[in-house]
């Protein structure tokens, strides 16, 4: 695994879970670079001693700056604990984040159990072929 980027954003009622997940697979996410949405990324941060580097609240622009770093070939794997039971006022930028995910084939999980796959899947040595085609 060489110093893949990763992407962890949640929604406010899937913080919580992320900060598990997080904690759980610290081992994993501790070699790669994590970024993150705001509070998403301090109290990832704060639970688990990972250097996150923050980008604004999703609602503020966050979403839209992991987009444009998938969009610019600098994000391998977004992990986005979405509540799919909350209305959120910025959906046309989630919906945005998601389509780029799309485009550029980056694995992107949008609840726990496909996040775990993905971060097994990581550590296996799974998604090694985007250095390679880099």
Same mark, same amino acid.
């Given at each position: ?20 997940? #997080? ?23 704060? #639970? ?9 609240? /999703?609602?503020?622009? /966050?979403? @839209? ?22 209305? @959120? ?31 097994? /899947?990581?550590?296996? /040595? ?9």
């Amino acid at each position: 695994m060489v110093n893949l980027n990763i992407a962890l954003i949640a929604h406010d009622m899937k913080k919580s879970l992320m900060i598990d997940f #997080a904690i759980a697979y610290k081992d994993i996410l501790e070699k790669c670079n994590i970024y993150a949405t705001g509070a998403t990324g301090q109290l990832v941060e704060e #639970a688990t001693g990972i250097k996150v580097n923050k980008f604004l609240p /999703g609602p503020m622009g /966050g979403d @839209q700056q992991i987009g444009a770093m998938i969009a610019e070939d600098k994000m391998d794997l977004v992990i986005f604990l979405r509540d799919p039971l909350t209305a @959120q006022p910025h959906e046309p930028d989630i919906l945005a984040l998601l389509r780029v995910c799309d485009v550029h084939s980056i694995p992107l999980a949008t609840n726990l159990a496909t996040a775990e796959v993905l971060i097994k /899947g990581l550590d296996a /040595g799974l998604l090694e072929w985007r250095n390679a085609v880099k």
